[in-house]
């Protein structure tokens, strides 16, 4: 057997294989799309009902009657918005710092950092919640909002590790024309690291949009839960009902910004963490 041909069984092996993994990934999706789509009785139906018949879009109306979806919706906006574009904007100013000025103990103070990354969130939920507390911050979204406008410690070290790549010559030559700090950082640097500063947004924006645990800690009141409490809320309510297509329907509904910005920028997450990958 010569090397092409081995090539080639190789390749299809792995096609295999990855076709395989697709199909459990893309399963459950699809499974949840068809669900919403069904009659409640066809939901527990044997054999599985994959295509329904008749298709039912009643549930995808439904769903802004049975519950706050709506503001759900703009709180989760509201956070996930306000904290990636403020937190991008300061973390990208500390990665910065960090890569490409000099000032005293700047290791030290990454390296302090980088370690409470180790601290596990229940350690400081219950400090937390006090603090938010005592200032009065409890059923608002500020306790949601306020910590991520400050950056992301893992965003601060993905563009650190980034900026090390870039030459220090061109920096130091735009000091010598006189440039500041922050048109060292606005005008040279951040231009140079857009490709990781979109794929770190990115992936915070769905973490935060997603995020389950801070909300239910702090968000009472039906209007200011975020979707994804209100997607909990619905779980509770109709599933005693054994109305899975309206939670379905409700969750895709909550699946779908997260989904189109995926497909959007996959291109750009994908090559971020592959060039970083290589140049750190």
């Known amino acids: 057997m010569n090397m092409k041909s081995r090539?080639?069984?190789?390749?299809?092996?792995?096609?295999?294989?990855?076709?395989?993994?697709?199909?459990?990934?893309?399963?459950?999706?699809?499974?949840?799309?068809?669900?919403?789509?069904?009659?409640?009785?066809?939901?527990?139906?044997?054999p599985p009902v994959w295509i329904p018949n008749p298709v039912h879009f009643g549930k995808y109306k439904e769903i802004w009657e049975a519950g706050p979806l709506l503001s759900g919706i703009k709180n989760s906006v509201i956070i996930a918005v306000s904290v990636t574009v403020v937190g991008t904007f300061t973390s990208s100013l500390a990665a910065f710092s960090f890569a490409k000025l000099k000032f005293p103990a700047k290791n030290k103070i990454f390296l302090l950092m980088l370690s409470s990354l180790m601290i596990p969130y229940p350690a400081v939920?219950?400090?937390q919640f006090f603090m938010f507390s005592k200032l009065g911050w409890v059923d608002t979204l500020l306790p949601l909002i306020v910590p991520g406008l400050f950056g992301?410690?893992?965003?601060?070290?993905?563009?650190?590790?980034?900026?090390?790549?870039?030459?220090?010559?061109?920096?130091?030559?735009?000091?010598?024309d006189g440039s500041s700090y922050f048109r060292l950082y606005s005008s040279i640097t951040f231009p140079l690291i857009k490709p990781a500063v979109a794929a770190q947004l990115i992936l915070w924006f769905m973490g935060i949009w997603n995020d389950y645990l801070s909300p239910i800690i702090y968000l009472n009141s039906p209007e200011k839960q975020t979707l994804q409490l209100v997607i909990a809320n619905f779980n509770a309510t109709y599933a005693i009902q054994t109305d899975y297509p309206l939670i379905m329907a409700a969750s895709i509904?909550?699946?779908?910004?997260?989904?189109?910005?995926?497909?959007?920028?996959?291109?750009?997450?994908?090559?971020?963490?592959?060039?970083?990958?290589?140049?750190?």
Do not use: H
Request: aromatic content about 10%; hydrophobic content about 60%.
């Open 7 to 46: 090539r080639r069984i190789t390749n299809t092996l792995i096609f295999i294989l990855l076709l395989i993994g697709a199909v459990f990934m893309i399963g459950p999706l699809l499974w949840m799309l068809s669900t919403s789509l069904k009659d409640k009785q066809d939901v527990f139906a044997l």
């Open 125 to 127: 939920m219950i400090p």
């Open 152 to 176: 992301n410690i893992v965003m601060i070290f993905f563009l650190r590790q980034y900026l090390s790549s870039v030459p220090n010559a061109i920096i130091e030559a735009a000091k010598i």
């Open 253 to 280: 509904i909550a699946l779908l910004p997260m989904l189109i910005i995926f497909l959007v920028f996959q291109k750009q997450i994908i090559e971020s963490v592959a060039i970083s990958g290589v140049k750190g």
